[in-house]
């Protein structure tokens, strides 16, 4: 499941679903904005701060429902990928979920909660250069991962800043591709896909 940064559902967030898709999964790429495409970071923050937390927590909870009934094994699980916005929210699901969520993987998302439920295994891609999230907020989110037993296998990447990974104005390739090339060897190791589990 991707979960998407305040910019909403865009071109670059459907491509991402489709390169994970390619890989083996089935994806699911819920529209947490209701079709709402903020054109700034000022618009983006006012559109977050009038959404109601439990719209939000309600719709995110429902397409992890949605995405078991729809693969071709229910009973398997999940792995979200979040960025920004999306990666909060991917690491609050892990713990609200446990029993569904099997892995987590943030970009330049953080939170502060308990996380002794979770049985997820945890990536993180930051930059060094974020306006938004401080290495401090990096660290805080990897502790309190950490003091609930979870793996976690964090990077930081230099010169870089929030948004990175996505399309626009603050998108590094080299940054991104390496991202890309860590996530896949995740997903793949924590969940292999169906067409990898059949051939062992």
Same mark, same amino acid.
């Given at each position: 499941?991707?979960?998407?940064?305040?910019?909403? !559902?865009?071109?670059?967030?459907?491509?991402?679903?489709?390169?994970?898709?390619?890989?083996?999964?089935?994806?699911?790429?819920?529209? !947490?904005?209701? /079709?709402?495409?903020?054109?700034?970071? %000022?618009? /983006?923050? %006012?559109?977050?701060?009038?959404?109601?937390?439990?719209?939000?927590?309600? !719709?995110?909870?429902? +397409?992890?429902?949605?995405?078991?009934?729809?693969?071709?094994?229910?009973?398997?699980?999940?792995?979200?990928?979040?960025?920004?916005?999306?990666?909060?929210?991917?690491?609050?699901?892990?713990?609200?979920?446990?029993?569904?969520?099997?892995?987590?993987?943030?970009?330049?998302?953080?939170?502060?909660? =308990? &996380?002794?439920?979770?049985? $997820?295994?945890?990536?993180?891609?930051?930059?060094?250069? =974020?306006?938004?999230?401080?290495?401090?907020?990096? #660290? #805080?989110?990897?502790?309190?991962?950490?003091?609930?037993?979870? %793996?976690?296998? &964090?990077? #930081?990447?230099?010169?870089? /800043?929030?948004?990175? &990974?996505?399309?626009?104005?603050?998108?590094?390739?080299? $940054?991104?591709? !390496?991202?890309?090339?860590?996530?896949?060897? &995740?997903?793949?190791?924590?969940?292999?896909?169906?067409?990898?589990? +059949?051939?062992?």
């Amino acid at each position: 499941m991707i979960l998407h940064s305040w910019w909403g !559902l865009t071109d670059g967030v459907k491509d991402l679903a489709e390169r994970v898709a390619d890989l083996g999964y089935t994806v699911i790429a819920p529209d !947490l904005l209701g /079709g709402v495409r903020p054109e700034s970071a %000022e618009q /983006g923050a %006012e559109l977050l701060a009038e959404i109601s937390p439990d719209e939000l927590s309600g !719709l995110v909870i429902s +397409s992890a429902h949605t995405l078991r009934a729809v693969s071709a094994d229910e009973t398997k699980p999940i792995i979200v990928i979040g960025l920004s916005m999306g990666g909060t929210m991917a690491l609050w699901l892990s713990a609200r979920l446990p029993e569904s969520i099997t892995g987590v993987v943030t970009f330049y998302g953080t939170q502060s909660i =308990d &996380f002794d439920s979770a049985e $997820a295994s945890y990536q993180g891609h930051f930059g060094d250069q =974020d306006h938004i999230v401080d290495e401090e907020d990096r #660290v #805080v989110t990897e502790s309190f991962i950490r003091l609930g037993e979870n %793996e976690t296998d &964090f990077h #930081v990447y230099e010169g870089v /800043g929030h948004w990175f &990974f996505e399309p626009g104005d603050h998108h590094d390739s080299a $940054a991104s591709d !390496l991202a890309w090339e860590r996530m896949a060897a &995740f997903l793949t190791e924590r969940l292999p896909p169906a067409a990898a589990a +059949s051939d062992s």
